[in-house]
């Protein structure tokens, strides 16, 4: 299906009505836990649609109630299979599950490979899981909007909680997770040396910390580096309200799951309690600016897209009669109305 919303529109016009009644429809659908209504507002929001944004204007007075736990670590790290168990063992209390995975993309169409889907195929015909893949490339307005975009989306469908699972510990997966409330970290014991390159970097994404595939490799070494990074943090920073902890799990095996699950649920109450109110003005500037840079992106691609020079501009940047950056100024200072066609800050 085309989108509907790739040309953007001001003021009224005569179909109007019928959209705001086709927006209110599909999003009381939405709110009523329609799958097929979820998914065709998912759809809309890769395909860049802009009428996405009256459907999502509707549901977000219904966000916010979602417990969203995230799950990250490097590819093979078995972050897949520890939140098939998540999924398993929230479903076996009755409550409603969503998944937002951020796959690898395919280097070929730049879709995602839906490994992670494959993982989940035990809950595909369970109408209380949803479960959405993301390629991480091709976001013109950035993948943490989309995402974030996407679990309001499962939010407001009803969902108790929302699993998001990201792809490594570079910027874009830890702007991702600054959307959950609780962030598991994934390690193997193959990573000691990883984990002692990036220190830091690793204490600052988890709350709660994974060694998988223990019954593969003795995973000595890199628990001890792990303790030692915990131990350092703390003499320096003082005492913390939150302990951040160290599992060994085996999730093909099901081992040490109990006890990561039992410290998933002693953060939920840590977060609730003293981290919220951070957590909701962080995340209100985060999705403000998302929003703010995905419709400017997205607005001046087309705008690029359709204008009458573009195949000259390629011409220029390809002969080197001119470079990509004065041309890129140049053509948004004359979208922007900018008559000397300079950006630079007076």
């Known amino acids: 299906m085309p989108c509907a919303g790739h040309n953007i529109t001001y003021g009224n016009d005569a179909s109007s009505g019928k959209r705001n009644a086709a927006v209110k429809n599909l999003a009381k659908e939405i709110l ?40 990250t670590g490097l590819p093979g790290s078995g972050k897949s299979t520890i939140a098939n168990l998540l999924i398993k063992h929230y479903r076996d ?11 690898p993309s ?11 889907r494959v993982r989940m195929i035990e809950h595909s015909k369970d109408r209380e899981v949803f479960i959405k893949s993301l390629a991480t490339r091709g976001w013109y307005g950035g993948l943490s909007g989309s995402a974030a975009r996407i679990i ?11 699993i998001l699972e990201t792809v490594g510990v570079g910027q874009t997966e830890v702007s991702i997770m600054n959307f959950a409330h609780t962030t598991v970290l994934v390690l193997v014991p193959e990573m000691g040396d990883y984990v002692q390159t990036i220190k ?31 131990r350092n943090q703390d003499s320096a920073g003082g005492k913390a309200l939150w302990k951040q902890q160290i599992f060994l799990t085996s999730a093909a095996a099901g081992s040490g799951f109990d ?64 470079d990509p950056y004065s041309i890129s100024q140049e053509f948004i200072a004359k979208i922007l109305g900018i008559k000397d066609g300079s950006l630079q800050e007076k």
Request: net charge negative.
């Open 93 to 103: 209390k009755g409550m409603s599950v969503g998944v937002v995975a951020v796959d």
């Open 106 to 116: 395919s280097p070929v169409s730049s879709g995602a490979i839906l490994g992670d």
């Open 259 to 322: 006890s990561l699950t039992g410290a998933i649920d002693g953060h939920r109450k840590y977060f609730e309690e003293f981290k919220k109110t951070d957590y909701l003005i962080k995340r209100a500037d985060q999705e403000l600016k998302d929003e703010i840079y995905s419709y400017f992106a997205g607005y001046f691609m087309r705008r690029l897209n359709e204008d009458k020079n573009y195949g000259k501009f390629i011409k220029q940047i390809c002969s080197r009669q001119k």
């Open 32 to 71: 009523n836990g329609s799958i097929s209504a979820a998914a065709e507002l998912i759809r809309k929001v890769e395909e860049g649609c802009r009428d996405a944004n009256d459907d999502l204007q509707a549901l977000y007075p219904y966000t916010g109630r979602a417990y969203i736990l995230g799950i």
């Open 200 to 230: 830091a970097g690793v204490l600052e994404i988890g709350d709660i910390f994974v060694i998988n595939k223990t019954d593969k490799r003795d995973p000595g070494e890199l628990l001890v580096n792990m303790q030692s990074l915990l």
């Open 152 to 162: 309001n989306i499962l939010d407001a469908m009803g969902k108790d909680v929302i």
